[in-house]
T-cell receptor, first 112, second 115 residues
Framework: DQQVKQNSPSLSVQEGRISILNCDYT??????FLWYKKYPAEGPTFLIS?????DKNEDGRFTVFLNKSAKHLSLHIVPSQPGDSAVYFC???????????FGGGTRLMVKP | ETGVTQTPRHLVMGMTNKKSLKCEQH?????MYWYKQSAKKPLELMFV???????ENNSVPSRFSPECPNSSHLFLHLHTLQPEDSALYLC??????????????FGEGSWLTVV
């Protein structure tokens, strides 16, 4: 049973608009959440993270929101740029060790 | 340039071969990981070494054998693999522990094809 789910396998957005990528989790023991970005033929690159004690973390164009009661997090990219086109993975970490559980990824395509 | 380097980047091996994947991290971390990414599946954790001791193996088949000789190097020894083991194998590293900001950094991966 997948504990971290990204229900949208793909998302297409116009350049300059907002991209919203969603992630749901089931394990209430997760206390730290991360977003990674992956280009083809490369490893995942860390993007932004959020601790369970916060509900928002912002870094430039990227903002992550956490709704603990709904067990839901989202990544907002504003404004979206063509270079943002990649696969985005959300990941969650439990309290028992620095081991990540990943979602299946969402492929974002930003059109010029 | 990535702080986590994997070699080889591509490997084709027969089912009776023995080969190894190598990973080296230059970030001063003391925990290293092997992840597997198969087609249309989430990244799966295979092995974790923290302070050079294996702490998790996630029921990985014995045809995959990890080795961590020191905190900077990690190997994945492969023998008698199956075609379904063809995947992208990702090495990662971090500081040991669960402090906030303790991010895991990935290498670029080794593409393995078993024929």
């Amino acid at each position: 049973d997948q504990q971290v789910k990204q229900n949208s396998p793909s998302l297409s957005v116009q350049e300059g608009r907002i991209s919203i990528l969603n992630c749901d989790y089931t394990n209430s023991m997760f206390d730290y959440f991360l977003w990674y970005k992956k280009y083809p033929a490369e490893g995942p690159t860390f993007l932004i993270s959020i601790s369970s004690i916060k509900d928002k973390n912002e870094d430039g164009r990227f903002t992550v929101f956490l709704n603990k009661s709904a067990k839901h997090l989202s990544l907002h990219i504003v404004p979206s740029q063509p270079g943002d086109s990649a696969v985005y993975f959300c990941a969650a970490r439990g309290r028992a060790g620095n081991m990540l559980t990943f979602g299946g990824g969402t492929r974002l395509m930003v059109k010029p | 340039e990535t702080g986590v380097t994997q070699t080889p980047r591509h490997l084709v091996m027969g089912m009776t071969n023995k080969k190894s994947l190598k990973c080296e991290q230059h970030l001063g971390h003391n925990a290293m990981y092997w992840y597997k990414q198969s087609a249309k599946k989430p990244l799966e954790l295979m092995f974790v070494y923290s302070l050079e001791e294996r702490v998790e193996n996630n029921s990985v088949p014995s045809r995959f054998s990890p080795e961590c000789p020191n905190s900077s190097h990690l190997f994945l020894h492969l023998h008698t693999l199956q075609p379904e083991d063809s995947a992208l194998y990702l090495c990662a590293s971090s500081h040991a522990g669960t402090g906030d900001g303790n991010t895991i950094y990935f290498g670029e991966g080794s593409w393995l094809t078993v024929v």
